[in-house]
């Protein structure tokens, strides 16, 4: 398929969503396949440049040490046993952080901190997606089909979601998705404060092992408590903030967007933004 269907494909599969304000898309110069292009894209121009300590054979780690943590699980007395090795140790390349994200999402299985969301969940919902990844999506907690599923964001705001990372130009398979919760609170609920802080060493250690260069928190839920912030996503968005060594962006998340097609412009704003970081100009 020539560039230019593929991007008329696009097109025509964002406006059909409902997506209105289309970008005038500038595309690479076609001297690769798409994939290949924006991925090596995705590892350049303008990404943060990561200080990786260098682990004792002389090859880099991307990981963070667990002090660099932004926030405090790997200081908490309470961290499980699992998590805490997990996050002092080092994974060199994507087979090292799959099998750690794996020892972890074992950990999530058995956890039973919330009573009231272990006893009302039927699985947990760990995360999905690219372990080397370099960017990260980060949302509220499992809805009714993630928790039926086991994979997050796959009902009706996973496949906006969808639309807007094949929009971009991006495949879900080269993101790491996850959510500051893991199991589903019921009835869709919003997560209490004690039930984000028990699911917080989960997250951090996905964070740690994948190391993403770059965060997107998709609602005032995820960027708060990953980022620890008061404020409001309307007042967080527009701007990168800092978490570890990734670059955080935050914006409404889907679900919203279902509810007031209005903000769909202001993701597709803060995509745009977002992408230019990664060299791409979707217009
Ligand atoms: N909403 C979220 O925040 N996460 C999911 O996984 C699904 C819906």
Known sequence: MTDSRALRQYMNLMTSSGISHLPTVTLPKPVAAPGKVLASRLKGANAPTRRAPVNKTGSQSRLMSPDRLAP????????????????????????????????????VAACKRCTELADTRRQTVFGVGNADADIMFVGEAPGADEDRQGEPFVGAAGQLMDKIITACGLKREEIYICNILRCRPPGNRNPHPQEAANCREFLDGQISIVAPKHIICWGTVAAQNLLGETRPVGRLRGQFLQHGDAKVMCTYHPSYLLRNASAKKLVWEDMKFFMKDLGVDLG
Not at 86 to 103: D, I, P, V, W, Y
């Open 72 to 107: 405090n699980s790997a200081q908490r007395p309470d961290v499980m046993e699992t998590t805490q090795s997990l996050l002092e140790q080092t994974f060199g390349n994507a087979e090292q952080k799959a099998e750690g994200l794996s020892r972890l999402a074992d950990s």
